[in-house]
């Protein structure tokens, strides 16, 4: 790490409730969006770890709503794991480390929004799926979150990013980046383009069933890639679902779907070898025995029907969103190599079609269980 982002880390570091000595910190490389460090402190003599993570203000603009969501969400689960006499609380709920002010998070002279975490010890994340097990954890673990975020109380949280998962919208972004064709890239997207812009039939198909009113909104994750499951180094076991900057009102299979699309194929989201990204049965079986175990008490038949389909559709927006990042110039994500954003479109467009070719046998399962 550059010296003046270790001088900037110490004074993020100082701001927060912290009762040690700041040792060191190194950058965790994890998401696309914001920027996060493992911070070590000597606390009476003994190592403890923190997260620093600094919100990404250009695509979280109000970071007062994400921390009001974040501390609303994590107190809620907190109270109920230990209503529920859970041991090891802090490494199944985020806890939010006030600023010395009390303040979810601190906001610095350059205009930089920072918060803290408890490091959540021996515990993994994985960027790809290996097993159907680790499928399993995470459907679980997701399940479990939506359900106790069901009685969440108090008014309705805060769209952090308003119209996140409306494809409609991200298709009409799409369109029109196509159009201006502002970085003279499109003519290197042909193939993707037109694949994209023929899968417009299923783009209106989960906003007309919320409009009709035939899907609930509720509290959702939106977020559910896989590498935001913490899975216990020994056991393997889910413990904790991170990265709630997106937790607000939404549908379910947004949820789900953003699962079959992070756990069902062991690949890597910018897999070169697109021979293989293949959605594999025996992954989605798992997936979704594990999400109904946790789910099956609230989810309503109407929302079980689409289940499926959910993750070719969040599928295919995702990679119309990487799409549209690198037909804008990679703007939005963070890239670590030219046509990164063109490579992980196509991952995900390779995966729409295995899912297409499945989905009737996914659903049939959906309905067996
Ligand atoms: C971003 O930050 P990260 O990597 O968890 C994005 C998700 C995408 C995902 C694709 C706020 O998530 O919507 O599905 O990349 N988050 C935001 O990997 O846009
Ligand atoms: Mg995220």
Redesign the pocket.
Known sequence: MPIYQEQKLRDVSRQFQIYGEFMHAEPCKI?H?NETYTATYSQGGVLVRYIHQKINTGVFKDPVAVMSNVMRVTQHLRAKLIAQGSEDVTRKALTVIPTHSGKPFYMNGGGEAWRTFVFIERAQTFEAVQTPAQAREAGFAFGAFQNLLADLPGERLADTIPDFHHTRKRFTTLQQAIESDHCNRAKLAKKEIAFALKQEPIVDVLLNALADGRLPERATHN?TKFN?VMLDADSGKALCVV?L??VMPGLVLYDFGDMVRTTTSPTLEDELDLSKVKMHFPMFEALTRGYLEAASGFLTSAERSYLAFAGRLITFTIGIRFLTDFLLGDTYFRVHRAAHNLDRCRTQFKLVESIARQESAMQKLVDSI
């Open positions: 998401g969006i977020d935001n990265d900057d997106t």
